[in-house]
């Protein structure tokens, strides 16, 4: 069983910074991990990714304030938001992309999420 969990969400004032967290656990090979976000009323949008050679790719709209990273293991994804915006407010979702071992199919898993809030 593979399981995402996301930290670091809360409640920021327009300027400031979060640091989001996804940790992967389970006998998967990981791909790529990546986050995406939901807004009320809105369809969930890419937000970051980074793959298994450690390249990265940024949604237009958080490049040059995001910076999507991970740990050694590469089982940790982080997402470093700075000069947040109220436009950032959303629930922010996890994604890992991988073959679970045993397996041949390569499958895309997602953390619950976590809210951020940007107060204007």
């Known amino acids: 069983q593979v399981q995402l969990v996301e930290s670091g969400g809360g409640l920021v004032q327009a300027g400031g910074s979060l640091r989001l967290s996804c940790a992967a656990s389970g006998s998967i090979s990981i791909n790529v991990m990546g986050w995406y976000r939901q807004a009320p009323g809105k369809q969930r949008e890419f937000i970051a990714r980074i793959n298994s050679g450690g390249s990265t790719n940024y949604a237009d709209s958080v490049k040059g304030r995001f910076t999507i990273s991970r740990d050694g293991a590469k089982t940790t994804v982080y997402l470093q938001m700075n000069s947040l915006k109220p436009e950032d407010t959303a629930v922010y979702y996890c994604?890992?992309?991988?073959?679970?071992?045993?397996?041949?199919?390569?499958?895309?898993?997602w953390g619950r999420g976590t809210q951020v809030t940007v107060s204007s």
């Open positions: 994604s890992a992309v991988g073959v679970v071992t045993g397996s041949t199919y390569t499958t895309t898993y």
